[in-house]
């Protein structure tokens, strides 16, 4: 498998959750179905913490911890409720890394943003669509991951949200070893463009708001511009 085969298992991986999640689903039994599909899908572990899916509901949303501190709670899914996924497979050392909020609304997850009644969840998922159109009209080969650090949080402030990120940062390079990561964070002076992929998963809110919202995708550069994997 290569790098945009692997993410593509994510993505059929989150195109099934949103086909079987249901009001009265554990997350406990929706992570061991998502991780199920990975494996049946070409994965042959997983990279962070060996936990395929992070999965977070309701005002867990708003959480932001390491993997190496993470259980699945024991939370059943409500007929209106608002779930974080977030997938982690890899094919012989190589990553995916993918990540959404789902909508559930009268027990159906709302595919279409622009269709969700809960005028607070429409607004963060909108947010999250266009902090990633701004990255792909922001960024240029001579980026770097403390530019993009700095433009992305104005842009989240501004608009009147707050990054939730227990470390501050908005993504990483995609490498073939954790601790080889390098972060979209204020300091890091080496350009977007020296890395072969890297992720951006702005992680929001709005205060004194009980939920957060994520969306997760891998980009590079092809032929100097960037683009989605």
Known sequence: MENKDVQNLAKLTMQYA???????MSLVDLRKD????????????????????????????YVSISGKHYTTSDRFIQNDDIITIDLSPQNNN??????????????????????????DWRKGLQMENSLHQELLKYVT?????????????????KEGFINLDFL????????????DRIYIEKGNK????????????PH????????????????????GQLVEL
């Open 18 to 24: 949103k086909e079987i999640i249901k009001s009265g």
């Open 34 to 61: 998502l991780e199920k599909k990975m494996f049946i899908l070409g994965a042959d572990s997983f990279w962070y913490w060996n936990i395929g899916a992070f999965i977070f509901s309701g005002d867990e949303t």
């Open 94 to 119: 190589i990553w995916g890394d993918y990540a959404r909020t789902i909508v559930v609304e009268n027990g159906i997850v709302v595919d279409c943003i622009d269709n969700i009644q809960n005028n």
């Open 141 to 157: 080969v001579e980026t770097t991951f403390e530019d993009l650090y700095f433009h992305m949080n104005n842009m989240i402030n």
């Open 168 to 179: 501050g940062n908005l993504g990483h390079s995609i490498v073939n070893k954790s601790e």
């Open 190 to 201: 080496i350009k977007l463009s020296d890395v072969n992929y890297f992720t951006f998963e």
């Open 204 to 223: 929001i809110s709005v205060s004194n708001s009980p939920y957060g919202y994520k969306k997760e995708n891998i980009y590079y550069f092809d032929n």
